[in-house]
Structure formats: C-alpha cells, structure tokens
Nanobody
Framework: QVQLVESGGGLVQPGGSLRLSCAAS????????MSWYRQAPGKVRELVAT????????NYADSMKGRFTISRDNAKNTVYLQMNTLKPEDTAVYYC?????????WGQGTQVTVSS
C-alpha cells in the first residue's frame, strides 16, 4: 500500500551538510504536494519546506530559508531536502508528508543530529 520512507539522516557537525531523501510508493506521487516537517523533543512539529506536485513552486520556513532546498524527482517518486550550514537547533526528527486534497500520508521520520 502507501509507503513513505525517509533516509539520509545522521550525525553532522555544525556548518555541515546532509541530504535527506523520501521514497514514495503505493500512490500517484506526481499528483501530490510534498513537504518536510521536523520535531524536536518537547517541541511542536513544524513545517520545514513544501514543494508543489509539479515541482514549480517551493516554500520555506524563515529559519530554513537560504540554507535548505527542497526538490523532487517525479520519475523516481522521490523528494529531497538538501540541508546546508546546519546548526545545533536543526536537530530533530525529520518527516516526509504527501498531500492532495483530503489525502495525507506521513513517513516514519529520520533523525538529524547537529553537534560538535
């Protein structure tokens, strides 16, 4: 059935980079807007970035703007999050979300830890 599988998380030093991937299956990926969210312990889940179904438009939270880039490859059913100049406050579980009208799907999340 429907699956969203995140990968690419891990431990990185401040100022470093990571690229997260989210592989989708079981639904019409190219019709869905895709988003990345993140959640740190004790904090609410927050939107990181969104990309439209065709990849023509993107939006970012202010704290991520200029450092993070969301992209998608509809031929591969995959959405990416390139994260540069990472800061300790970026430490969180990062989640992939697919949405179209009333249909919402979530991945299980991948841990990103930014620490010296």
């Amino acid at each position: 059935q429907v699956q969203l599988v995140e990968s690419g998380g891990g431990l990185v030093q401040p100022g470093g980079s990571l690229r997260l991937s989210c592989a989708a299956s079981g639904f019409a990926f190219s019709l869905y807007a895709m988003s990345w969210y993140r959640q740190a312990p004790g904090k609410v889940r927050e939107l990181v970035a969104t990309i439209t179904s065709g990849g023509g438009s993107t939006n970012y939270a202010d704290s991520m703007k200029g450092r993070f880039t969301i992209s998608r490859d509809n031929a591969k059913n995959t959405v990416y999050l390139q994260m540069n100049t990472l800061k300790p406050e970026d430490t969180a579980v990062y989640y992939c979300k697919a949405s179209m009208l009333m249909n919402i799907y979530w991945g299980q999340g991948t841990q990103v830890t930014v620490s010296s």
